[in-house]
């Protein structure tokens, strides 16, 4: 919710079973984020009656597809949809309902689907209008689907000058629902975990042995799958975090076979050495979003070995230091990453020649 500050995506924090008091330190902390100018917050906290739990969701969702069918965009966070299935468990046991697996009724899955299958991106319509006009259906053949701007141009064309293609301004608009679930001692294999991962488009799973341990956000790289994929990335991105993912499955094979060896080669120890860098390169302060092109920059530093030379205790600072660097140096490294969106060779060249400057003139020092 804090990322989607300035950009023009309203939305909705749905509390379901929570203390009133969490609730209220979530609102204050989105208070002075500024974000309270575009959130809505649903609450039906912990001492509400089941039936008001159970609702909560589907109010947040409505509210979300007004502006979603208006063209606009949404994003729902369920907190946490758990306890929802526990609400709607309570109402289904009292109306003598038959109980199924782990005591849920069987349409527990009907209920969840039914909600998160309401977020969708809508399609583009276009029409062809002079231009002096406005966009109405009205009169207008609509051109619908993945193709219809090029249809719509390519019709204005053939109506000769003065014709324009103009968007529909209630087509286009988005819902994105971000649900939360909450596992029993890691268990995602449980019903209601299991049931909302058939759901979705993929799941961020936090384990607590990792956040106890320092690594935060505590995501658990292995369990943690996208059915998107690159397709919700910016190319840069996908070039810089290719080989990421595969470098870090190595470093915890590597890292659960080195507790056992003594004797491990420079290769093994090369790669130990590059993912502990890595893993330090994700770490992520609380509440303080990070730009996609500050991103790529670490992650980049991290893959093509600059860091290998530095302590770990010392990455964060060097993140730090690295981005303001070059917003007061080489400012126009940050804003092609946005503008092109990928690095091509002049651009990665320039960034590698920014983070060989760096580097001189970073300093690791003892205290790190």
């Known amino acids: 919710i804090l990322n989607q500050k300035d950009q023009d995506v309203k939305c909705f924090y749905v509390a379901i079973g929570q203390k009133q008091s969490t609730v209220a330190a979530v609102v204050d902390r989105l208070k002075k984020s500024g974000a309270m100018e575009y959130t809505t917050v649903v609450l039906a906290g912990a001492s509400e009656p089941a039936p008001l739990q159970f609702i909560a969701p589907y109010t947040g969702v409505t509210m979300g597809e007004y502006f979603r069918d208006n063209g606009q965009h949404a994003l729902c966070v369920y907190d946490d949809l758990s306890k929802q299935a526990v609400a709607y468990r309570q109402l289904s046991l009292l109306l003598r309902r038959p109980p199924g697996r782990e005591a849920y009724p069987g349409d527990v899955f009907y209920v969840h689907s039914r909600l998160l299958e309401r977020a969708a991106k809508m399609a583009e319509d276009w029409v062809v209008v002079k231009s002096d006009q406005e966009p109405s259906r009205l009169g207008n053949q609509v051109f619908s689907g993945p193709e219809s701007k090029h249809e719509a141009e390519a019709a204005a064309k053939e109506n000769g000058e003065g014709h324009v293609a103009k968007k529909l301004a209630d087509s286009g608009g988005s819902l994105t ?28 799973f936090l384990e607590s042995d990792l956040f106890n341990s320092g690594v935060r956000p505590a995501i658990n790289v292995g369990i943690s799958v996208s059915r998107v994929g690159g397709n919700a990335q910016i190319k840069a991105m996908k070039q810089v975090a290719g080989t990421l993912r595969l470098e870090l ?67 964060g600072r060097y993140q730090q230091e690295l981005i303001s660097y070059l917003k007061s140096e080489r400012a126009s490294i940050l804003s092609d990453i946005v503008s092109k969106g990928k690095l091509d060779d002049a651009l990665e060249s320039q960034l590698e020649d920014a983070l060989k400057a760096f580097a001189e003139i970073f300093e690791p020092t003892q205290s790190d």
């Open 177 to 204: 629902a971000l649900p939360i679930i909450e596992t029993q001692a890691g268990d995602v294999s449980a019903y209601i975990p299991t049931n909302v991962i058939s759901i979705t488009d993929g799941q961020i």
């Open 249 to 315: 499955a190595q470093f915890r094979e590597m890292a659960a076979f080195a507790q056992f060896a003594s004797d491990l080669d420079a290769a093994t120890r090369q790669q130990l050495s590059r993912g502990e860098r890595l893993v330090e390169v994700l770490k992520q302060g609380q509440f303080v979003p990070w730009p996609v092109d500050e991103q790529v920059v670490s992650i980049f530093a991290g893959t093509h070995g600059y860091l290998d030379g530095l302590p770990v205790d010392s990455i």
